[in-house]
């Protein structure tokens, strides 16, 4: 276990969609090299496929008594999408703009589908998924080489690229899917939660671009920070799949802003809300329920007194004030 850990909170009733975080990340980290098919950083429309194709289904991760789950490692092709450019070159000569391979699959392939019928009770919500950095990795747990390592002073998990052999177990052993094998140096590489900006006192390139100011990032002992208290003092912010046993470090803040259902007649349906709390109970435990009842309290109290620090937080006045990355 690090000393300390670094965090990120993400806000679901905020994000957007738009995949800046997405770029952000992709032309700093992986747009070259071996890397173009991963992405450390992806905005997925739930309910979906999400990327790789039905991650959720792929094994990996603890059970009740801890031990480490079998897991696959996806395909290219298959399941996260062969990388595609475009013959831009050729539009001068009158050609039309098509992608150099004939694409079956990518990532953000089935965006905004979502589920139920329009307009009485369809939805969709969008969920950015970086690596977890988990307390308990699986990729970590899984690695016969001890490649895989978490940093003391801030809990980043990272790859030992000199001790990799490119065996692939951590893959399998993640459930998030959040760890990728490069072919071209044989080796498994990941998001590294911008530890080189983090050093610097900036925050990871994801939540610096984010328009929709939905990302969060502190210690998560630091009790003045925005992070520990959305986290462990509200406990509004739940971790995504904790029954996979990881101990995840990035969390959600859960959609409590879907709008009502219609009846046949398109009248809204009071009180009703399109987003079944069975879905949302899934993705962040039964906890769900306060903190959507909490976030709801505090909505309320802030209407009527004007006050609340719980929605001052999520507003997010100031960019700035949604990091707090000074190290000891
Ligand atoms: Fe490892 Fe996956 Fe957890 Fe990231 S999300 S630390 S890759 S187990
Ligand atoms: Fe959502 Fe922010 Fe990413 Fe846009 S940049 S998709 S608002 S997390």
């Known amino acids: 276990m690090s000393k300390r850990q670094l965090a990120m909170v993400m806000d679901l009733n905020k994000c957007i969609g738009c995949q800046t975080c997405t770029v952000a990340c992709k032309t700093q980290w992986t747009n070259r090299n071996g890397r173009e098919y991963m992405y450390w950083n992806n905005v997925e429309t739930y309910p979906g496929t999400g990327y790789p194709k039905n991650w959720m289904e792929l094994g990996g991760g603890f059970d009740a008594a801890g031990d480490l789950q079998a897991g696959v490692v996806p395909n290219i092709e298959a399941d996260y999408g062969v990388p595609w450019d475009y013959n831009h070159d050729e539009l001068q000569f009158g050609e039309q703009l098509k992608p150099n391979v004939d694409p079956t699959w990518g990532p953000n392939w089935d965006e905004d589908e979502g589920t139920g019928n329009f307009p009485s009770d369809n939805y969709f919500f969008y969920i950015p998924r970086i690596c977890n950095h988990c307390t308990n990795p699986g990729c970590l747990s899984a690695c016969p080489r001890d490649a895989i390592f978490k940093r003391d002073q801030d809990g980043v998990v990272l790859v030992d690229l000199d001790r990799c052999q490119g065996y692939r177990y951590c893959i399998a052993g993640c459930p998030y899917k959040k760890i990728y094998f490069n072919p071209k140096i ?49 406990k509004v912010a739940l971790p995504l799949r904790s029954d996979y046993g990881t101990q995840p ?22 009180g009703s809300n399109r987003v079944p709390i069975e879905e949302l109970e899934k993705l962040f435990g039964k906890e769900v329920h306060q903190a959507m009842k909490t976030l709801r309290e505090e909505k309320e109290k802030r209407k009527k007194t004007g006050e609340s620090e719980l929605m001052d937080i999520l507003i997010a006045y100031q960019h700035s004030e949604m990091f707090r990355l000074d190290q000891d």
Do not use: M, W
């Open 249 to 270: 470090n990035v969390y959600y803040v859960p959609p409590t802003e879907a709008p009502p259902k219609f009846d046949a007649e398109g009248r809204v349906i009071e």
């Open 186 to 234: 044989s080796k498994s590489e990941k998001c590294i939660l911008c530890f080189p900006r983090v050093e610097k006192g900036l925050p990871p390139a994801c939540a610096q671009q984010c328009v929709g100011r939905i990302r969060f990032v502190g210690f998560l002992d630091d009790e003045e920070g925005q992070v520990y208290k959305l986290v462990h003092k509200y």
